[in-house]
Structure formats: C-alpha cells, structure tokens
C-alpha cells in the first residue's frame, strides 16, 4: 500500500491537536473510574469552550529515518469546525480545516485532490465529538477507552474501520495537571510511523477572528 504524501502527516497532526486541545482548562472534578466517567469529565470541559490557541513542539518517528524529525508552530481552533495548523520551523508550511475542507497552500494539486478525497477531516469531526458532549455514534467507527493514571486521564482511540487504519492505529490524548490540560499527544500512523505532539501556552477563548481561516 503506498504511503500518502507529506500533508497527510500535517492534517493527522491538526485534527490530533484539536482532540487534545478541546478540553484544555477543564476544571478538576472528581478523579473518574471508567470510560464513561473520564469521557463525561472531558466533555464537561468543552461547554464553554469556543477558541483555542497553542504552540505545539511535533517529534515524528519514521521507520525509515535514525534520527526523529522535529517542527513547531502555532495552532488555533474556533468552534465548532474550523482549525489552523502554522508549522514555523523548520519548513513554514499551512493547514486550514474548514468544516469537511481542506486547504493546504502551495500545494501541488495531485496531493491537493488526495487530500479533498481523503476522510480525514471528517474523521477528526467525528471523533471530535468525544469532547463536545456528542459521543452517539462514536463506537461505530472507532473503539475509545478513557481511564485515570495517577492525577491524569489518559484517552485511548483505536480505529475499527479500514479505512480509517490506513491513517492511524492510535491515537492517545494525554490530560494532566489541576486543570487537566491537554500535555500530550501520541499517534501511531497505519505504517508504523510514532508521533508525538507537546502542547504549550494553551490558551481557551481568545479572540480568533473568522478572517484568519480564509485561504
């Protein structure tokens, strides 16, 4: 199975970014003891949430590199759909989710129409509803297991559909601190490929004008 072109690895890194940062700034409830508990305490967590804005450090392992390849930026989200992923260092490099759209700039346009046919930004709107309180559905295409470690909670998403598999294997969200804000991000892609984001300066409604999601 050929591998997909170099944004895919941009857009699963954006929609991974959304999932943990919807429910930064949580305030600490009760220490949860089931999935449901964890899942009810995180969507707690985005009821008054509408923008988010973070600096992001990617660390992405390769199975064909010995050394990991590291970027940073900026990422901002405004609800309920629209996301910017700013890659600044070390290649400058765009990516706007708009509803089910998904723009890259200065794209070549054969990834352009790969990216447009692919499901990914549907299925980061699907499983996105884990923290908008909207979870019907959601065991359809995707196991999620949620559970406490230590003072954190840890969310854990696997994919049962293949063609979501090719994308990812999964995807883990971890929450901590007294707040439970989002820390890290950990995805395994459908190669074997590990990714990992650190979320900083997180930061819950700002101001995010529409303007900044027009390409």
Known sequence: MPRPPRSYSRTLAAGAVVLALL???????????STAACLRLLEAAQRQTRTITADFVQVK?????DEPLVSSGRFVFKWPDRMLLQVERPQPATVVVNGSEVQIPNLPERERQAVAMAPIAAMFTHLGA??????QGLGEGVEVVAAPDGAAVVVKLVPRQEKWQRWFRALEIRFAGRELVAETIRLEDGFGDRLEITLRNVQRNADVPDALFAR
């Open 23 to 33: 429910s930064a700034g949580a305030s600490r409830a009760q220490p949860c003891d």
């Open 130 to 135: 884990i923290f908008t309180g909207s979870v």
């Open 61 to 65: 392992h390769l199975s064909l590199l």
